[in-house]
């Protein structure tokens, strides 16, 4: 069992950045590729940005590349997002997520074995 805890969300104006970050207990952390997704009401859950267990792979959804960095501390056992240029469209819950397999499937809900909760992200116009 991985357990993720998510902190850093909040209300931030167009434009503006935010951090968050993904805390994770349990198993070897630097076994799991780790994700970041987002969801609004009514729509699935979208993917964001992912990194390979070494940090030497990512991805990014084209909507977010050039805006979003994601990196991890596997000393921490941590995973962050740092979200620059933020527009009313990131508006979202943003979970992270753990993967035991990297490939481009890396980018599909059902490549990832543990959630956490998630934290809401907010950003105004």
């Known amino acids: 069992q991985v357990q993720l805890v998510e902190s850093g969300g909040g209300l931030v104006q167009a434009g503006g950045s935010l951090r968050l970050s993904c805390a994770a207990s349990?198993?070897?952390?630097?076994?799991?590729?780790m994700g970041w997704f987002r969801q609004v009401p009514g729509k699935e859950r979208e993917f964001v940005a992912a990194i390979n267990w070494s940090a030497l792979s990512t991805y990014y959804a084209d909507s977010v590349k050039g805006r979003f960095t994601i990196s991890r501390g596997n000393a921490k056992n941590t995973v962050s997002l740092q979200m620059n240029s933020l527009k009313p469209e990131d508006s979202a819950v943003y979970y992270c997520a753990a993967a035991l397999f990297w490939s481009t499937g890396v980018v599909r809900r059902d490549a990832y074995n543990y959630w956490g909760q998630g934290t809401q992200v907010t950003v105004s116009s």
């Open positions: 349990g198993r070897t952390f630097s076994n799991y590729h």
